[in-house]
T-cell receptor
Framework: AQSVTQPDIHITVSEGASLELRCNYSYGATPYLFWYVQSPGQGLQLLLK??????LVQGIKGFEAEFKRSQSSFNLRKPSVHWSDAAEYFCAVGASDNAGNMLTFGGGTRLMVKP | DAGVTQSPTHLIKTRGQQVTLRCSPKSGHDTVSWYQQALGQGPQFIFQ???????QRGNFPDRFSGHQFPNYSSELNVNALLLGDSALYLC????????????FGPGTRLTVL
């Protein structure tokens, strides 16, 4: 069974500082990996995804993530955080066996941005 | 181009009642998935519909059932509501079962009293 762990429940950073949100996954084959963002009372917006190829993927809003197979990690990074980035971030893994595209999510990391 | 839409936005029910939530997929999408997101947690997969059939199911009891219509829209039904069913219910759509790019709707907030 696939699983996702986001070790940090809350993270607070100052505006303009760099950010790294951690994500570890468990999956028997090559996974499909995603980062979503959720603002209060909203649905999920896809930030970026990794299917194959280059292990450093670029997303929207200046975010990037790096897939490290040896560490089973897919950490999200941003070089300079803006106040509008305050939200809940979810890492998710999808199966790559074409039986369906259900996603397994981590518990989320709530990001707070100090002025 | 409308994205994924869900109705209603909010719903309040009492224990033991039944509820139906509705979802219209993004234009061009034919696969609909439902997720339950309890407060402070990540979304959990309930089930997925494609070609009007349930294709995958998560670890949810039979009280949770669904349907997909010929126009690809979908309903989620929950019977015998429990307090623990209070959550945000998210619908996601994609183009086919093999597509791993899912688009999420804004969700329906269900409160069970």
């Amino acid at each position: 069974a696939q699983s996702v762990t986001q070790p940090d429940i809350h993270i607070t950073v100052s505006e303009g500082a760099s950010l790294e949100l951690r994500c570890n996954y468990s999956y028997g084959a090559t996974p499909y990996l995603f980062w979503y963002v959720q603002s209060p009372g909203q649905g999920l917006q896809l930030l970026l995804k990794y299917f194959s190829g280059d292990t450093l993927v670029q997303g929207i809003k200046g975010f990037e993530a790096e897939f490290k197979r040896s560490q089973s990690s897919f950490n999200l990074r941003k070089p300079s955080v803006h106040w509008s980035d305050a939200a809940e971030y979810f890492c998710a893994v999808g199966a790559s066996d074409n039986a369906g595209n259900m996603l397994t999510f981590g518990g989320g990391t709530r990001l707070m941005v100090k002025p | 181009d409308a994205g994924v839409t869900q109705s209603p936005t909010h719903l309040i029910k009492t224990r033991g009642q039944q509820v139906t939530l509705r979802c219209s997929p993004k234009s061009g999408h034919d696969t609909v998935s439902w997720y339950q997101q309890a407060l402070g947690q990540g979304p959990q997969f309930i089930f997925q519909y494609y070609e009007e059939e349930e294709r995958q199911r998560g670890n949810f009891p039979d009280r949770f059932s669904g349907h997909q219509f010929p126009n690809y829209s979908s309903e989620l039904n929950v019977n015998a509501l429990l307090l623990g069913d209070s959550a945000l219910y998210l619908c996601a759509s994609s183009r086919g079962l093999a597509s791993h790019e899912q688009f999420f709707g804004p969700g329906t907030r269900l409160t069970v009293l």
